[in-house]
């Protein structure tokens, strides 16, 4: 009955993998004028970012005035450090967009003077699709539940009835989600 429960868990992954996991572009702070040294504690962009579930697929658009400022990707000792001088990556321009092509946390950093060492910084964490979609996997079905009891004696009666629960499983678990 595992195998049938991993079937099922596989074909509620795909199924949400094509629904729901539609990639977006999230404006960074939510307003055009986010990317800037954050006035309080309570402003900054990390406290806005543990609003979001960021998944991969998921851009950051960045908006500021490429005269004035930049975005650095940044390694964590570099983000901790506020070191601008090789970042992974530069953005420069308004509106640059920034992929979120892996699970894990990715650090930016302000390439104005001074302005990391000020707060203006952002740890974006990006979670992964397995441990995102745990929660969500379905309750056992009562098809798998009577599967022992329709399973017997002979092992090809055994293997038919759990095949059938498999199939009935897998149309249980599309239906539900
Ligand atoms: C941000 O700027 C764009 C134009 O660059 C504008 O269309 C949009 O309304 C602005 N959004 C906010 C929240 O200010
Ligand atoms: C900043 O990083 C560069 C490259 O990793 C390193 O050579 C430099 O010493 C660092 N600067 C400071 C102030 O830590």
Not at 12 to 22: D, H, K, M, P, W
Not at 24 to 44: F, Q, T
Not at 76 to 95: G, L, Q, R, W
């Given at each position: 009955m595992a195998f049938s429960r991993a079937l099922i868990s596989s074909l509620v992954l795909i199924f949400l993998l094509f629904s729901l996991s539609e990639a977006r572009d999230i404006l960074v702070g939510g307003k055009n004028d986010s990317?800037?040294?954050p006035a309080s504690e309570s402003e900054s962009l990390n406290r806005w970012a543990e609003g979001y579930r960021f998944q991969i697929g998921d851009s950051l658009v960045w908006k500021f005035d490429p005269?004035?400022?930049s975005v650095l990707l940044v390694t964590k000792k570099e983000y901790v450090t506020c070191n601008t001088t090789s970042p992974i990556a530069e953005y420069k321009e308004d509106n640059s967009k920034v992929k979120l092509d892996r699970s894990g946390p990715f650090y930016f950093i302000s390439g104005a003077q001074g302005?990391?060492?000020k707060g203006q910084k952002l740890t974006v964490v990006?979670?992964?699709e397995r441990r995102g979609y745990m929660g969500l996997s379905p309750?056992?079905?009562p098809m798998e539940n009577e599967?022992?009891?329709m399973a017997p004696t002979s092992s090809a009666s055994g293997l038919k009835a759990g095949m059938m629960v498999m199939i009935l499983g897998s149309l249980f678990g599309m239906v539900l989600f």
């Amino acid at each position: 009955m595992a195998f049938s429960r991993a079937l099922i868990s596989s074909l509620v992954l795909i199924f949400l993998l094509f629904s729901l996991s539609e990639a977006r572009d999230i404006l960074v702070g939510g307003k055009n004028d986010s990317w800037k040294i954050p006035a309080s504690e309570s402003e900054s962009l990390n406290r806005w970012a543990e609003g979001y579930r960021f998944q991969i697929g998921d851009s950051l658009v960045w908006k500021f005035d490429p005269q004035t400022d930049s975005v650095l990707l940044v390694t964590k000792k570099e983000y901790v450090t506020c070191n601008t001088t090789s970042p992974i990556a530069e953005y420069k321009e308004d509106n640059s967009k920034v992929k979120l092509d892996r699970s894990g946390p990715f650090y930016f950093i302000s390439g104005a003077q001074g302005h990391c060492d000020k707060g203006q910084k952002l740890t974006v964490v990006v979670v992964s699709e397995r441990r995102g979609y745990m929660g969500l996997s379905p309750a056992p079905s009562p098809m798998e539940n009577e599967g022992p009891a329709m399973a017997p004696t002979s092992s090809a009666s055994g293997l038919k009835a759990g095949m059938m629960v498999m199939i009935l499983g897998s149309l249980f678990g599309m239906v539900l989600f």
